[in-house]
């Protein structure tokens, strides 16, 4: 059953390539801020958790809640002391910071931890495989397309069950009027990124435990990312997922027939889909 | 002879029905006011008739051609000429150059003839002092005077004006009458869209109501203002 | 309780308030008056602290706040109805009353219930997007979420802008109820005589300047007239 | 008559006849420079001309590309291929590039104007990522090994022994030198037609697009055939300018060809840091990178992340670059392109 | 009298990746050039290091710059087809002698030609000189450890589109027919792009295939994440011998128990029984000395850049004025030395004619890697028909 196995195994990467996009479909959703760093903070977010586990001998899924708050802290700094000011009408500002950002990260991530690439040890969880009867799959693309959906869950129930998630919307619909109720912009703001980079400390976890990783490696992937959250359309986190599924599926299916279509074949269909629908699958109603 | 005509005109947003089932005709030559509450549907009607935005359903003619699939650009260029409501200057560019953008594009002068046509057109409507000034740096009275002004840069057939007389003191609106009279003695048709009505009745030889996207009354200026309907609706009471 | 003193608001280079002083008093209603453009709307949002001035031209029981931002003003319990309603187009109705109350935890009369309540059609309407309801029930949504936060002092602008005669007067007709709530009320109207009735004391604006001011009984037509356009009838 | 309109400004007479030395002094640089200022200028220069070209479709189009290493891969590579597969001379195979980008722009043009503001800026990402993938498929040119020029093209290259004659250099040194002239060809030619756009109607509709894209229909503007135009512009001008580059680097690969850093990023940079919008920006902004890469590439890692941080920090403190802080306090305007009216009533107004 | 003699310092020039993903090549840089230069005979050079970012373009640039600015009189480079190629070109195109290594020589030497397709094309160089090892060598060592094994001589390939993977994936001039020559067959599924993250289409082509053996020259994040795929899916050959992927032992450490028994070639290793002409250093020493200097484990490249000072001193003091370089270049090609990663001389010995003049081929042997109870692992040359000096230290194992 290669056809079907190729199609579940897609779909599985679909899930990793929405971990990777969840966070930054939260911060382009709720300032339109789009953050080329992106990338990098995962690969930083991998070193953080690669260290606690060889500093503290902790599991990295215990790891990655230690390191959590501290990404946490540091997405709320970053917004409110640098991102915030580069908001506006106009997107390159946020563009040129956070590609700066990115520069400067890659090679201070080179400067403290060299050019090796490194993995996060899961003890042998990598390759633990689960038979599904129809197809063989493994332990771990289970787990990540699993935490994928968790986060998804997470981030919408947040988004549409709390005081908090609320202000989120309130804020990136108005944020004048958002002041007139009580509610500080640029804290909402800062809570964004840091809950976003809540998010990038999974995809770090998953990243980190599943491949090799060095400083440089953050912005290949950052262009799936940006694929994902685009297809989903803005500020839709299940069009996220949806993304990303469609970018996995097309790269598993092109690469089934030639692996020289697999990446292309991931573009390819975000052209198409943009083609037929430029604000992506489930746009809002008011961009 | 007809300048303008809309044939069953519909526009929605969503599920806001903004233009309904609009149909009027304005004889070339003659000054059309439009009153109606806010958010009846005046700023889109203009829209409609510019191509800034696209009607749903049914037809616009201008000089007797169809023009509903026109874009913007293409309208301007036949000769409809207008201003917006809440001011739109190209901000990095002089006042003078505003004009000239107008001219050259709009009306598709050759460039030896635009400085002369914003000359004058810069003197009837006192920007001249402010040639060489970004539009950005103006006040809201000279931004609305810009939009009057760049829009008669475009030579225009048919002159759409919204609100400019807002805000404005007695004296300035006075003033902005005058001009408004003089461009209409020249021969242009205007439609008018103003809440300020007194300047609006020195003005226009007809007055078009509009409430939830709907004509409800088209005619003589004074049966119109005296009609129940437009003082419940519009002006609520009688001062 | 409130009171500007010489308040000046600028858009860039272009000042639209040249010392404007007005005072409210505790459980009083004040309409502000005035023609298009005159400053009624930067008037207010320079009290709610959407435009800043400096800290001593408003006074909040004497505490100066003018250069304070809004969501801080907010939190002194003042809070405004927008012009032009500005809903959160990603918030349900009763998503969007709930944000008004959610960050000041005043106690008060005024909660979703009683929201409800005074505007009974928003109940049935409450899980349908904000901007999905006519003029008038939108204008119904921006005044519960106003209510929400339990005001001390609510700054309404020109509420009954664009609505129907009949909602103006279902609206007008919540007035009462809401003072009985122990809040004061600043009513910025173009509809003069909806203004004069429900006002305890009217400021009319030209300008940028207060040029007419007293109570709604001593007031003459003409007199309105030469302070909206600066010209005797 | 007694008004008139004038362009011309003191400071823009005295930029135009330092302007005039300047050129006339660098087509006469290689009789007394050695080798390492002719690359040095040919680096400059061939930047310089990325910058322009990227901020006339940011600064003056309002297209955020992210996607410019399309149209210099897409340039070079159509070189190679004339020069390896056709046995066509580089020189002339430098137009082939050209006209190379400006057919990829054509099917990136239509699909990207689909998309708006950010979309636009990732859209274009994309395209160029696909362009890439595509072209390491093209296994005549080597796929994704690359390839280099061969010696014979590179050495009977046009000009070139008339240049050895001319100053009895080496060939390596005479291909330097008219590489360089070409570089300063079409910098000269990317500048000097850029200012005339802008001093022609162009300019104006081009900021009225900018400024106010509504507005600028509602007179008259065809806003969607001015995007064309200045993109078709720009991807023809990158595709020559990236063809140029790789006849001097006489190697090829599809990392290189494409690389996002080096052909969007730091153009980018450039134009920023310089000032956006203002065709001194660049200029400036390509010196100061330059200054900044001879004094600290050696510092390796440190120089990029020193790099990346005075991205930010000129982003956060002089959006509008170092040359729009320099002019805002000044009012001095190398390339006067305010067309100004000058006469009596006419108050002399800022600029 | 010799240049090395005559006081005025030589100029070497060095473009090696320090920042980057090939940073890894160049981490003995510091350590080999400082014991250089603290030789006798180092004390007559200069040399000059220009970091390429791993970018080609920038290794280009920054070659210019050593030529044109730094006037050097010898270019070295080592440390894949990505750095070596873009400076050997320039070289060649400057007229200044290059010597390069550590790239396999097919993906340089035909990497630079004009038409790679076209051999009837190819030219040979003037200044440009490589000594490694070649695709041949290659075969010969991934034949004999497989030959070690008892297999149904299937094997899977992973080949990248980029220069490594291009050369060894050829059909005609690759690894295949090298293969098919001892009875293997190669299953190729097709070059896929460096860094992609699902090699599902690969194992299930493979499973079709039957494969128990896997190579291929692949970088080492695609290694880890097609090895764990594999795993995941059910694919378990009994050796996997891949270039490039676990050439050094923090890549292997990645994988953890997955490391265990995967098989490489080994250029150079601390068990090599050669010495340095320049510091009296056997291998041994050299790998032990670099530990205790960076406290980092050694690794294979450390030899070659040690070596190609070596190189240079040798062929400089062969040569009367070290600013002339066609006499340098005819030095180079004239060379006939012992370095620390063998005897290196431009002989044509065991190339094709075109490659003979400017290319020189050193030993290559089979290795595993072998995990130790700490986590670290052991790289074990475990095949050495291909170069009998080399030791062995084990013998090959299937995979578990
Ligand atoms: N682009 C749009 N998308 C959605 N709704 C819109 C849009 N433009 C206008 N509307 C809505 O359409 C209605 C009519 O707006 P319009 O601007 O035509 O009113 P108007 O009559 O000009 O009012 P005013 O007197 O306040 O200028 C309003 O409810 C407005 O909110
Ligand atoms: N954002 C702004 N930028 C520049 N000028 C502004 C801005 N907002 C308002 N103005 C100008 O400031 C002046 C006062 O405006 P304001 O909105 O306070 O008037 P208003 O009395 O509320 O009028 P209306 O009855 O039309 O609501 C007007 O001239 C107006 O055009
Ligand atoms: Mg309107
Ligand atoms: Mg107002």
Redesign the interface.
Known sequence: M?GV??IV??VL?GG?YALFAAGLSLVFGIMRLVNLAHGDLIVMGAYLILILVTLSGLNPFLAALVAAPLMFGLGWGLQRLVLNRTLGKDILPPLLVTFGLSIALQ?AL?EGF??????I?A??L????A?LGIV??????LLTFASAIAVIVGLNALFYRTALGRAFRAVSDDPVTASLMGIRPAHVFAMATGVAMLVVTVAALYFGM?????P??GP??LIYAFEAVIIGGLGSLWGTLAGGIII?VA??VG??V???W??LAGHVAFLLVLLVRPRGLFPRAVD | MTILSLHNVSKRFGALTVTDDVTFDVPRGQALGIIGPNGAGKSTLFNLITGNIRADAGRIDFLGRDVTRDPAMKRVQAGVGRSFQIPQPFEKLTVFENLATAASFGRRLPERAVTAACLDILEQTELMRRANTPAGQLSLLERKRLELARAMATGPQLLLLDEIAGGLTEGECQALVATIRAIHAQGTTIIWIEHVLHALNAVVERLLVLDFGRVIGIGEPAAIMASKEVREIYLGIEI | MLETRGLTANYGDFRALFGVDITVQPGETVAIIGANGAGKTTLLRAIAGVLRSAPAQVLHHGAPIGALPADQVMQRGISMVPEGRRLFPSLSVEENLLIGGQTRRAKGPWSLATVYDLFPILRERRHSPGTALSGGQQQMVAIGRALMANPELMLCDEISLGLAPVVIRDIYAALPQIKAGGASLVIVEQDIAQALRVADRVYCLMEGRVTLTGRPADITRDAIHAAYFGAPA | MRYRVQTRTRAGHIAGFVALGLIALAIVLPVFA???LI?DMF?ILTMLVLAQFWNLLAGYGGLVSVGQQAFVGMGAYAMFGA???WGVDPIPAILAGGVAALLLAVPTAYFAFRLQGAYFAIGTWVIAEVTR?MV??W??L??????????E??GDMWGVSAVQALFGL???AA?DVLAYWLALALAVATIGGIYWLLRNRLGLALSAVRDNTEAAKSVGVDAGRMKWFVFLIAAFGTGLCGALIFVQ???I?P??AF?V??WTAYVIFIVVIGGIGTIEGPILGVLIFFALQSAF??Y??WY?FALGIIGIVVMLVAPRGLWGLFSDRTGIHLFPVQRRLVGRDISEGET | APALAQGAKIRLGYVSP???????FA?SDAYNIKAFLASEAGANFEVIV??S??????A??VA??LI??DEINLMLVAST??NT??VA??C????MPVISTAAPWQ?WFI???????DPA?W?PFDFAFHYFWGLEDVIAVFLNMWNQLDTNKSIGGLF????D???WGDPNVGVGPGFAAAGYTLND?????N????F???I?AFK?ANAQIVTGVVI???F??FW??A????FAPKAATVAKAIL?P??VE?????GHNLSSEVWWSNTHPFASSLTGQSAADLAAGFTAETGRPWTQPIGFIHSLFQMATNVMGRVDDAADPEAVAAAIAATDMDTIVGKVAFNGAGLPPFAAANVCKTPLVGGQWRRKADGTFDLVVVDNQTAPMIPTGGVMEALA
């Open positions: 290669i196995d190729t195994q897609g990467l990793l090679n080179l060299s050019a090796d690439s490194r993995k040890s003890g042998g990598e390759t633990a495989s038979d063989t799959v493994g332990v771990m693309p599943r491949a090799n990783f060095d440089a490696i290949a992937r996995g790269q598993t690469a089934a030639n692996p020289e697999q990446i | 050695g080798r390492g690359q680096f020069v390896i597969l993938l390491a498929q296994k005549a080597g796929g994704g090994t690359g390839t280099s020029l061969p010696r093209a590179t080496r060939e390596a291909r680097t006489a190697r690969s990392d290189a690389n850093s080096q590439a050696d390796g890692s990029l | 320090q920042s980057g993903p090939l940073a890894g981490e220009k970091d970012q791993s970018n080609p373009n920038r280009a640039e210019k710059e044109i600015d087809p990505e190629n873009p070109t320039t060649e195109a400057e007229g993906p990497g630079q030609q004009g038409n790679p397709g094309s030219k990248p589109n980029d220069a993977g291009n050369a599924p097709g070059r896929y792009q860094l992609t993250d699902d599902t289409a690969q299930n079709a080492p994040p695609d880890t994440t764990n795929q795993k995941q899916q059910g050094f923090q890549s990645a994988l953890g128990e997955a």
